[in-house]
């Protein structure tokens, strides 16, 4: 099947669908500038090789959403978005405009603390978190005498982000699946999905019998299984899709 004809079938299972769940990795993010992990020049692909990570172009904190995070706001938008499930720690989804109620961040995000005992989230300036002073806050780290606490409860404050052997947030993961769960369309953006838990959510939705579109540069262990696959660059697929989607929701 030739790309167009595989981004319109694409497009008419998204514009007929009820609750389509839009789960990403890394491979959405390269386009503002930061690095996948298992793409031909990742983070893992060139540690592997003996290289290190390529320097970012820019610091973190100007780091951008791109043309694909705005397509995923665009879905919403058009009231075709039912749930954002996403592995990324850089923020963008919710700098472009997804909000927090309609995303899962299974792996945190680098912008926020979380209480461990009332879950609460907070950004580290609300938690008079200072790094310099404290460290990144990660839960592994010793906790220190005099270091803030949860302004809602006194509870201990980390790091949202989740680090090899962490486990996830619970809540964020127990409403992952039952969304996966329940969808009609599971579309994945930019991960080889292989990172569990959070890779285990296409099959949750295969098994409930949901059309499965894999979009991403590189193998996944869905490949076989999924009912679309591209390996093309996601600003080539996803803002077609999302923009024929448009036009058949028009012409309704």
């Not at 609300?126 to 409860?153: E, I, L, S």
Request: neutral net charge.
């Amino acid at each position: 099947m030739e790309l167009e004809e595989k981004i319109d079938l694409a497009a008419k299972w998204i514009a007929e669908s009820e609750r389509l769940i839009v789960f990403t990795g890394a491979g959405i993010s390269t386009a503002s500038g930061l690095p996948d992990y298992r793409g031909p020049d990742g983070v893992w692909t060139r540690r592997d090789k003996g290289l290190s990570p390529k320097p970012l172009k820019v610091p973190w904190d100007q780091v951008k959403p791109n043309l694909n995070h705005y397509a995923v706001v665009n879905l919403l938008k058009i009231g075709k978005l039912d749930y954002v499930i996403s592995q990324n720690v850089d923020g963008l989804h919710v700098k472009s405009g997804i909000p927090f109620e309609m995303l899962s961040e299974l792996h945190g995000n680098q912008y926020f603390m979380k209480c461990l005992d009332c879950n609460k989230k907070m950004t580290f300036e609300d938690a008079g978190w200072d790094k310099n002073k404290w460290g990144p806050g990660y839960r592994t780290r010793p906790v220190r005498k005099y270091q803030p606490k949860c302004p809602h409860c006194g509870g201990r404050i980390i790091s949202s982000i989740v680090n090899f052997g962490d486990p996830l947030p619970y809540d964020e993961l127990e409403e992952s699946i039952k969304r996966s769960e329940s969808a009609d369309v599971f579309f994945v953006v930019g991960s080889s999905l292989v990172v569990t838990p959070a890779a285990n959510m296409p099959d949750y939705a295969r098994r409930s019998g949901a059309k499965l579109i894999i979009l991403n540069k590189g193998d996944t262990p869905y490949d076989n299984v999924c009912d679309l696959r591209f390996d093309d660059l996601i600003e080539d697929v996803l803002p077609p899709i999302v923009e024929k989607v448009k036009q058949i929701l028009k012409e309704k």
